[in-house]
T-cell receptor, first 113, second 114 residues
């Protein structure tokens, strides 16, 4: 049973527009969430994280929003660039075991020039 | 600072064989975690080692084992290989001192079982 779900396997956006990637979770014990980006033939690269005590975290073009009541988080990329084309993974962990990350299946983002 | 390295990058084995994968963490990192990535299951946590001790374990059979050496390098072993073990095996390292430490991933070892 997937505790972290990324329901959109793929997403296509135009360069310069906003990309919104979504993630839902079922375990209410999760209190730390991360987004990783993965290019082919490379390992995942950390992008941005958010703690459950916050509802928003911003880093340059990347913003993560957390809605605890809905058990939902989203990653916004503005503006999207062709180099952002990659697979994006959402991951979560809980206070009792932060080092054990639970991952979604990923969303493949294609940013078209 | 050098990143996480994994060897070999590609491996082809046959059913019933065993395999050992190696991971060298970033210098100064004491925690190494292993993940299996398959198209249908995504990244699944195998185990984490910290200071030569297994600190966390995922839900994989006993055929999957690991160890960590005093220099923090880690190895993962899979015995009696099955076709379903074909996957990308990723290792990640972090300092291990705080639960929210960022994990840094290596490029992975692509294992194919024939």
């Amino acid at each position: 049973d997937q505790q972290v779900k990324q329901n959109s396997p793929s997403l296509s956006v135009q360069e310069g527009r906003i990309s919104i990637l979504n993630c839902d979770y079922t375990n209410s014990m999760f209190d730390y969430f991360l987004w990783y980006k993965k290019y082919p033939a490379e390992g995942p690269t950390f992008l941005i994280s958010i703690s459950s005590i916050k509802d928003k975290n911003e880093d340059g073009r990347f913003t993560v929003f957390l809605n605890k009541s809905a058990k939902h988080l989203s990653l916004h990329i503005v503006p999207s660039q062709p180099g952002d084309s990659a697979v994006y993974f959402c991951a979560a962990s809980n206070a009792g075991n932060n080092r054990k990350l639970i991952w979604g299946l990923g969303t493949s983002l294609a940013v078209n020039p | 600072k050098a990143g996480v390295t994994q060897t070999p990058r590609y491996l082809i084995k046959t059913r019933g064989q065993q395999v050992t994968l190696s991971c060298s963490p970033i210098s100064g990192h004491r925690s190494v975690s292993w993940y299996q990535q398959t198209p249908g299951q995504g990244l699944q946590f195998l185990f984490e080692y910290f200071s030569e001790t297994q600190r966390n374990k995922g839900n994989f059979p006993g055929r999957f084992s690991g160890r960590q050496f005093s220099n923090s390098r880690s190895e993962m072993n899979v015995s009696t290989l099955e076709l379903g073990d074909s996957a990308l095996y990723l290792c990640a390292s972090n300092t291990g001192s705080q639960g929210t430490d960022t994990q840094y991933f290596g490029p992975g070892t692509r294992l194919t079982v024939l």
